[in-house]
């Protein structure tokens, strides 16, 4: 047959296609299959990388739970979301440091998105006295219809009832039990006008608080607004126009909302958050927030010790099968690359299982509470604490908790794996033999 006849008939031939199976399908595949050769190490390294999982999303939760309760409990005693004052009120609480048109502000401020309540007060020290008992006590006047919305002292009343006619009177029970007075029984209040003239009130007890601050309870009478602002001479002025807000964690993103609707009043005063009003209850969160982050890099380094030792026996067990794999032509990068995936393959799914195990139990617990009982102790009395909280699931932790496990893995694989870059075939396949 002629040569040019050869060529045509061989260019008419079909050439097969050979399909190479390969890539990060094939490298998945092998790396889980290589993570059950051992089920028992696999097990065991993913049940721990499990347990993290869920210690740090019930941690997480747990955590934001409370310092959420305590936060806001704190919050509701006195000092509401948010105040607005006088600029110079914070440094001199005096009697003549006024918020001007305080209904005018009041009403501004309740027209802002997402303030829930809103009332004002009205601030003074005078002395109260009954027969010859005299003591000082911090004269508070309040709205008794729109003070309960923002304040929890009307429901802290464990004798009598809160105020509600302007001869009402609301005590401590520390400064009620110094003066020797009930419920019911009658004192006077005398005090300093805005113009320096004596202002004097006589009023009944209506009800007795226990707010479990004994500074508070040893100071504090609650009368009626109306009343101390004729008595003092305030008019309608006010020194502080408290409010509450729907999202108390991010109360600063309802601030420029709320200076911007008290603006058009003209009058001075400023727009303080709750974390500049109890800067102490902020500091304790963000040290909760700090100590978290401690025991979360604690347990990221334990587990990597612990994968880190997984896979040290895994890379001195599988000596000989990585000499026979480099002896045929594969790349140490290759292998370390399939470590790695397996290494993938283990924090998914110990993560998976520590997701579902933790998302359980704090899903739970958010609707059954956790009891705290003398658990809080010292500190539930101070801020206020409920009897039970209501931890909601933290999603940043459900998304940090994997990543973290993942990227720990990942590290302690791959310092072993490493130690395959410098293998020599001949030596590793000569190891067990």
């Avoid at 100071?219 to 009343?227: D, F, G, K, N």
């Avoid at 899903?363 to 209501?390: K, S």
């Avoid at 694989?413 to 590793?428: F, G, K, N, Q, S």
Wanted: include cysteine; charged fraction near 15%.
């Amino acid at each position: 047959m002629p040569r040019e006849t050869l060529a045509a008939s061989d260019t008419a031939l079909p050439t097969p296609r050979l399909h190479r199976a390969g890539g990060l399908g094939l490298s998945g595949a092998l790396a889980w299959r290589n993570l059950w050769r051992n089920r028992l190490r696999t097990t065991l390294t993913a049940g721990g990388i499990a347990f993290a999982v869920t210690l740090i999303v019930a941690a997480y939760s747990l955590q934001g739970g409370a310092m959420d309760a305590m936060a806001d409990h704190a919050t509701q005693l006195l000092s509401g979301h948010l105040q607005i004052q006088n600029p110079a009120y914070a440094d001199d609480p005096s009697l003549r440091c006024l918020v001007p048109d305080a209904t005018a502000m009041a009403r501004a401020l309740k027209s802002v998105p997402g303030v829930t309540a809103v009332a004002q007060r009205a601030v003074g020290f005078a002395l109260v006295s009954v027969g010859e008992r005299s003591y000082g006590a911090q004269v508070m006047g309040v709205d008794p219809q729109q003070e309960p919305a923002v304040s929890s002292l009307a429901n802290l009343v464990v004798k009598g009832r809160y105020i509600a006619g302007p001869d009402d009177a609301l005590l401590g029970s520390v400064i009620a039990r110094n003066l020797d007075i009930d419920v019911g029984d009658e004192f006077v209040l005398l005090g300093s006008k805005l113009d320096g003239s004596v202002a004097a009130l006589s009023l009944h007890v209506s009800g007795i608080v226990e707010s479990g601050s004994a500074e508070l309870d040893r100071t504090l009478v609650q009368v009626q607004l109306a009343a101390f602002q004729d008595e003092f001479g305030l008019g309608d002025q006010a020194h502080m126009v408290v409010a509450r807000v729907s999202d108390f964690e991010h109360v600063g993103a309802t601030l420029p909302a709320v200076e911007a609707a008290i603006a058009p009043l003209g009058t001075a005063s400023v727009v303080l958050p709750w974390q500049r009003l109890m800067p102490e209850v902020a500091q304790t969160m963000q040290l909760k927030r700090a100590s978290s982050l401690v025991m979360l890099s604690l347990i990221a380094v334990l587990v990597t010790f612990s994968i880190f030792n997984s896979f040290m026996m895994t890379v001195f067990e599988r000596t000989r099968e990585f000499g026979m794999l480099l002896a045929i032509g594969m790349r140490p990068a290759g292998i370390i690359g399939v470590l790695q995936i397996e290494a993938a393959w283990l924090a998914l799914l110990g993560a998976g299982i520590g997701l579902v195990v933790g998302g359980a139990v704090m899903t739970a617990t958010q609707h059954v509470g956790i009891p705290l009982g003398q658990m809080a102790g010292e500190l539930a009395r101070r801020f206020n604490l409920p009897d039970r909280i209501y931890p909601p699931l933290n999603v940043g932790a459900m998304l940090a908790a994997p990543l973290l496990m993942l990227l720990a893995t990942q590290l302690a694989a791959l310092i072993p794996a490493l130690r395959i870059r410098t293998l020599a075939p001949v030596d590793a396949l000569r190891v067990g033999a």
